[in-house]
């Protein structure tokens, strides 16, 4: 089988998995942030075993389906504004001086967070009820705890991205 055939076969069935653990969202609502950190690693592994493009290509397809097919639309939008994302460009980002690297990743975490939350309120009409139990802190307290949330799914997936190239090379290993 050609490279570029099996990277278009593998691409396409990670699609195909990252969509339905979205989906999952639906039945289980409480893996409304955990499915779409899964399908950004479903990225990386992706980008692992082929090349960033054909992650990128996953990504952007299971964006689209996402967004279109999945009831569930803030975890979609979880997907689509960061998670599926950001592992693609944590490599580049930590490129940067420590500082600098840091403060780009926590304004591109809080203006994704910000863009999903007004999104989900203002186009897709997402009850904003849930907002008002602390009061007017509520956002801020909500903000502050995804923010630590954000730093120690950085810090997790720095100490653990040799399990996924090791899961990506023995893959390699079996489709070649």
Do not use: H, Q
């Not at 299971?62 to 998670?83: P, W």
């Amino acid at each position: 089988m050609k490279n570029k055939t099996k990277n278009t076969a593998i691409s396409g069935l990670m699609t195909a998995l990252s969509v339905v653990l979205m989906m999952l969202t639906t039945l289980v609502p409480v893996f409304m942030y955990v499915i779409p950190i899964a399908t950004g690693l479903v990225v990386l592994f992706v980008a692992d075993i082929s090349d960033k493009k054909w992650g990128v290509g996953v990504y952007f397809s299971t964006a689209f389906l996402s967004l279109f097919l999945i009831t569930d639309k803030e975890a979609a939008l979880t997907y689509a504004l960061f998670f599926g994302y950001y592992p693609l460009i944590k490599d580049i980002i930590e490129k940067l001086p420590k500082a600098w690297g840091w403060l780009l990743k926590l304004a591109l975490f809080n203006a994704s967070a910000v863009g999903i939350g007004v999104i989900s309120f203002y186009l897709f009409g997402v009850s904003g009820e849930e907002y008002e139990e602390f009061g007017e802190f509520t956002i801020p307290i909500l903000l502050i705890m995804a923010n630590v949330a954000f730093v120690l799914y950085d810090f997790c997936i720095t100490k653990n991205r040799f399990l996924l190239m090791r899961l990506s090379e023995r893959f390699k290993k079996i489709i070649k």
